[in-house]
T-cell receptor
Framework: DTEVTQTPKHLVMGMTNKKSLKCEQH?????MYWYKQKAKKPPELMFV???????INESVPSRFSPECPNSSLLNLHLHALQPEDSALYLC???????????????FGDGTRLSIL | AQKITQTQPGMFVQEKEAVTLDCTYD???????LFWYKQPSSGEMIFLIY??????QNATEGRYSLNFQKARKSANLVISASQLGDSAMYFC????????????????FGQGTRLTINP
């Protein structure tokens, strides 16, 4: 079992639907991330939150809207998605450390999203 | 910009043999970090091992070790005594120092190597 919990595991939605992906961690991590991963490709970073504030947005289309309501939760709101948005969406979290020292990101199991 | 190259799209290894997965990187930073992740077919990304650019010794974690050759800019993952459960996709990743914004980190991933362990 992972320490980062993502729900739902699978989601099928039409292009006109509105849905949300949820991510929760209780490790006290203050950095949280959303990634998109297409089949047989590496994960691509979408958003980074540091101390509940958006610090990186990798030019993601506005039909994806992230939200970090508190230090344990991260949401990704979806609206008017396209078929090419079908992918595995991974959430991750990490400790925030100063001085350039790195701690690994901990990933959830992901949400497999299919757009009809 | 940083870049990670994994030249082995797929590898097939007999159970109990050791296996080396290649990773080379390109960066102009003096301070950087290298990670290896395992991704089974279930989708979860599992952290395996970390090597910092200033670490003098190669990192080891159980059956995993990292063969870090800084001058060659390579960070190969070595799995000893492979097991059937090691079959998965393996990603090498590097932390971009310039994007250590407020302590968060941006990872650059290689294309991955699919490892299959045969019984």
């Amino acid at each position: 079992d992972t320490e980062v919990t993502q729900t739902p595991k699978h989601l099928v939605m039409g292009m006109t639907n509105k849905k949300s992906l949820k991510c929760e961690q209780h490790m006290g991590h203050r950095a949280m991330y959303w990634y998109k991963q297409k089949a047989k490709k590496p994960p691509e970073l979408m958003f980074v939150y540091s101390y509940e504030k958006l610090s990186i947005n990798e030019s993601v289309p506005s039909r994806f809207s992230p939200e970090c309501p508190n230090s344990s939760l991260l949401n990704l709101h979806l609206h008017a998605l396209q078929p090419e948005d079908s992918a595995l969406y991974l959430c991750a979290s990490s400790q925030i450390l100063q001085g350039g020292f790195s701690k690994p990101q901990h990933f959830g199991d992901g949400t497999r999203l299919s757009i009809l | 910009a940083q870049k990670i190259t994994q030249t082995q799209p797929g590898m097939f290894v007999q159970e109990k043999e050791a296996v080396t997965l290649d990773c080379t990187y390109d960066t102009s930073d003096q301070s950087y970090g290298l990670f290896w992740y395992k991704q089974p077919s279930s989708g979860e990304m599992i952290f395996l091992i970390y090597q910092g650019s200033y670490d003098e010794q190669n990192a080891t974690e159980g059956r995993y070790s990292l063969n870090f050759q800084k001058a060659r800019k390579s960070a190969n993952l070595v799995i000893s005594a492979s097991q059937l459960g090691d079959s998965a996709m393996y990603f090498c990743a590097m932390r971009e120092a310039l994007h250590l914004i407020q302590g968060a980190q941006k990872l650059v991933f290689g294309q991955g190597t699919r490892l299959t362990i045969n019984p």
